[in-house]
């Protein structure tokens, strides 16, 4: 028989948490994050790369890899796999955490977090105001880009390992994904 409490986590709790496990707090429930494989770091690696060079070449911001700590509310503390954070909003970077949300916020989906990633943080990340969420899925060889509208997120692009990747969020952004996969 399963027992419901009503626990909520916080940030002051996820504080407490040991710093040798990834752990993301979705809607107040603690979630332990599992260690990403080779693929996953790959493709990670690859896109990073590829983005930092674009954002540093224009001077648009700073991308970070996780494990990072985003606090977008006390109840709502994610590590997305990259994220983006523009120049002129770069007060909300701390020592720390990141206090809100990224403008663009990248998930690579693993069969351990496809569902929590695609529908949950899908969710979490248009409440709070993401400009922009691109979903990389590895089996298909596909990034889906989500640009923020009123009703949430709505879908502007949907490019395969063999095509280029355009950003409406960063203008003149081309990232060939036959080089991230």
């Given at each position: 028989m399963k027992t419901v409490t009503n626990i909520?986590?916080?940030?002051?709790?996820?504080?407490?948490l040991p710093e040798d496990k990834r752990y993301e707090i979705i809607e107040g429930e603690l979630i332990m994050v599992p260690s990403p494989g080779f693929t996953h770091q790959s493709i990670s690696g690859?896109?990073?790369?590829?983005?930092?060079?674009f954002i540093?070449?224009?001077?648009?911001?700073?991308?970070?890899?996780?494990?990072m700590d985003v606090v977008l509310s006390e109840e709502n503390v994610v590590q997305p796999d990259i994220l983006f954070?523009?120049?002129?909003?770069?007060?909300?970077?701390t020592e720390?955490?990141?206090?809100?949300?990224?403008?663009?916020v990248i998930e690579i989906l693993s069969p351990n977090t496809k569902k929590k990633d695609s529908i949950l943080k899908r969710k979490l990340y248009a409440k709070f105001g993401v400009k922009e969420?691109?979903?990389?899925?590895?089996?298909?060889?596909?990034?889906?880009?989500?640009?923020?509208?009123?009703?949430?997120?709505?879908?502007?692009?949907?490019?395969?390992?063999?095509?280029?990747?355009?950003?409406p969020l960063l203008p003149g952004l081309k990232i060939p994904l036959r080089e991230v996969f």
């Open positions: 909520k986590f916080t940030y002051q709790d996820y504080l407490l690859n896109l990073g790369f590829l983005l930092r060079r540093r070449e224009k001077k648009l911001g700073i991308i970070l890899n996780a494990p954070i523009s120049k002129e909003r770069a007060s909300i970077i720390k955490n990141i206090q809100g949300a990224p403008d663009l969420f691109w979903l990389v899925d590895p089996e298909k060889k596909e990034i889906e880009v989500l640009t923020f509208k009123k009703e949430g997120f709505e879908r502007t692009g949907l490019y395969h390992q063999d095509e280029v990747l355009i950003s």
